[in-house]
């Protein structure tokens, strides 16, 4: 059974445009997308890549991590810089994802407390 991915729709300045996944990874297919799928891929899930995000720096060490830990090999620096090109346009750091505190006065009262 094959598995559809929807394509999200991005919206600037009113103009819809669609952002192309590759069906069989579910990355983004963009400048790269081809070096990260058959480098990165061998190993583990694309998903590992889409449910993540950050910036040069943060993919750099990710890299770096898996060479000295989990046994990827050196790349070649031209593959390396595409792979990082694109990690870093289509899935940078993100903002907090996190939802703000409830403010103390609206929450109820803690029936632990004294």
Do not use: F
């Amino acid at each position: 059974m094959r598995v559809l991915l929807a394509l999200p729709l991005l919206w600037v300045s009113g103009i819809s445009t669609a952002q192309e996944l590759d069906p069989t990874t579910g990355l983004k297919m963009a400048t790269g997308w081809q070096a990260v799928s058959t480098t990165c891929i061998r190993c583990h899930s694309a998903s590992v890549i889409t449910q993540s995000s950050g910036s040069r720096e943060v993919w750099k060490s990710r890299i770096v991590w898996m060479q000295e830990t989990q046994g990827l090999e050196q790349l070649e620096n031209a593959t390396e810089v595409q792979i990082l090109d694109y990690l870093a346009e289509n899935y940078a750091q993100k903002a907090a994802s996190r939802r703000t505190l409830i403010a103390q006065k609206l929450l109820p009262p803690n029936p632990y407390t004294q």
